[in-house]
């Protein structure tokens, strides 16, 4: 015992208390690298995601997938050739069957809350087969790009260019169809010459209406929208 000296209570205690002090304190400073390390990361993934570029696919039927599993509609296609290409885009399916393009314009503005890099506009094929006026569907599809290029300015705008049978007579038909390139040109936007290019008039590409591609189908509606919006990607 002479070897320790005497016995203080007092210095012990002190001993006790920053051994304690150190364990606690000591351990809850290693923990917070961990848990900031771990909320930045969280920060970036959540800016990430905010930052994602975005496809607007804005349209009736032929966009929503009528007839088709959801997995089958050009949107959700066109959504898994970007991912296997590498690129980061998240393609929104906008499409509502049985849209006019009154219709459109009336529910534009609901889908402008966020922001959108490439708006894919396909509107009109009802209104042809309906005998909508030509000049009515015209000037409804200029609102919504001028709509559009308002509230988004750096959007890239492509207009799905379509054709109707000849059963209300040609001088309607060839002036329905004249109505997308003339808009393209005028606006300066992109243009699909015509979406259904390769698919329309072909039974075994069309589900029993002959106006709605089967999923094969649709597979050659997202190569037509691919050759003109490839371009326009970015990495």
Known sequence: ????????????????????????????????????????????????????????????????GYGLNSEESYPNLLQNKLD???????VVNAGLSGETTAGG??????????????????????????GIPLKTTNDNLKDIIDTVKAKLPNVEIVLAGMQIPPNLGIEYTNGFESIFPNLAK???IHLIPFLLEGVAG????????????????TKRVVENVWKVIESLLVK
Not at 84 to 90: L, N, P, R
């Open 186 to 188: 005028t606006h300066k």
């Open 84 to 90: 296997s290409f590498g690129y980061d885009y998240e």
């Open 1 to 64: 015992m002479s070897n320790y000296g005497s016995f203080n209570p007092s210095a012990v205690a002190k001993l006790v208390l920053g051994a304690v002090f150190f364990t606690l304190f000591g351990c809850g400073e290693s923990s917070v690298p961990e848990k900031s390390a771990s909320k930045k990361s969280a920060v970036k993934k959540i800016e990430k995601q905010k930052k994602r570029d975005v496809i607007l696919c804005f349209g009736n039927s032929l966009t929503e």
């Open 202 to 217: 072909n039974p075994s590409l069309n589900q029993a209406d002959g106006i709605h591609p089967t999923a094969e189908g």
């Open 105 to 130: 314009r009336g529910r534009l503005n609901w889908v402008l809350k966020n922001n959108v890099n490439i708006f894919i506009l396909e509107l009109g094929a009802n209104d042809g087969l309906r």
